[in-house]
């Protein structure tokens, strides 16, 4: 599978998911957001970084790239889209997908290791996490606490959108385990045609052993999976 | 033509940076205040002459753009 890395000044994971993806034995090259073609590829990540130097909002100018136009239209065309940490928040402010992340409940950039239960496997970005794992992956932001209106938090929750919660080593949904404040601990949503996703914490930093936890690996074999069971079988 | 547009953070949503304003307020001795919110100020300097077209515009650019309708409010005067 090929994936589409798109690469905005001042992104900084965008070489990271590339390095984590042909780890995974797949292909990844990198879309410049002036770019207003995605290439051709099966999938989208959106980076983490500080797009824009973060002015404004978090995501508030890269949303408006030419290559948004382009993610936009593949969305639509039900192509899968994620988005990682900055990622997340462009998404966010694109309307692609519900809510807003804005500053930590502390103040604090929160650089750690965390847990995350994941709330819904039936989708595209889950479909591979083994039952009643946790997943531990690290964060890296300050800018990561979800907020959504009762109304939208309500869809997600009815609509099983919220993908991954916050929780401790025991898999709890606790105050404690929450890092930033986010709403309900969310950590990560998709849209509800559920070709969309984003999440705070960084699974390009969790899929090679040595950095401590491959766990990161099972979103991405999601997606894979999911683009392998769409493309046609081949002619024997 | 100057215009500002003040961008608060809507009453519901958490406003950390307002709550830790207002704790070292109290804790410097300033009573009485119930609460703070922190936003922005941008002040915009216009060659328009038209004030209501400033305005249609700005209020567009303030919408889509300035501020985030999901988490803020925001308060447009042409001046």
Redesign the interface.
Known sequence: MNFAILQFPASNCDQDCVHALRVLGHTAGLVWHKDTSLGGADAVIVPGGFSYGDY??CG?IAR?SPVMQAVKQFAEQGGLVIGICNGFQIL??AGLLP??L??????QFHCEQVFLKTANRDTPFTSQIPAEKLLKIPIAHGEG?Y???EPTLAALQANGQILWQYCSATGELTEAANPN?SVLNIAGICNDRRNVAGLMPHPDRASEAILGTTDGRLIFESMIAEMQSRTPAKAA | MKATIIIT?KK???D??GK?VQTALAQMGHTGIKAVHVGKYLEIELEATDVEAARKSLNDAAHS??S?P??EDYHLEIE
């Open positions: 404004l909002r508030a408006f966010c402010e809510g807003a804005i500053r930590n409940r502390d103040l606490c907020f959504a209106d404040g | 953070p519901a949503v958490l950390p940076q830790t753009f300035l985030n999901v988490i």
